[in-house]
Nanobody, 113 residues
């Protein structure tokens, strides 16, 4: 079955950095566009960044220039490098094969001083 395991979240001060990872199994990873989404308390889940099977990336306006999505097809891994973090980035972050309906358990990111 499809498994998505996010890791790398934690507590970080404003201006800090984190790198999220997502281990993917149960699909032919290299064929799928992949995305990172996040959900803050009381808010809807929103797309943060996406990357196509060919490597084309797309970012939400709120993270453009601060976050970088990447993938390693040899390792079935998806990454999200997050720099210059802000308190409003606080959320649970999820990875997903785009339009698949599959979600991991998420990893908590908290940006606070």
């Amino acid at each position: 079955q499809v498994q998505l395991v996010e890791s790398g979240g934690g507590l970080v001060q404003p201006g800090g950095s984190l790198r999220l990872s997502c281990t993917v199994s149960g699909i032919t990873f290299r064929f799928y566009g992949m995305g990172w989404y996040r959900q803050a308390p009381g808010k809807q889940r929103e797309m943060v960044a996406s990357i196509t099977s060919g490597g084309t990336t797309n970012y939400a306006d709120s993270v453009q220039g601060r976050f970088t999505i990447s993938r390693d097809n040899a390792k079935n891994m998806l990454y999200l490098q997050m720099n210059s973090l802000k308190p409003e980035d606080t959320a649970v972050y999820y990875c997903t094969p785009l339009q698949s309906g599959y979600w991991g358990q998420g990893t908590q990111v908290t940006v606070s001083s």
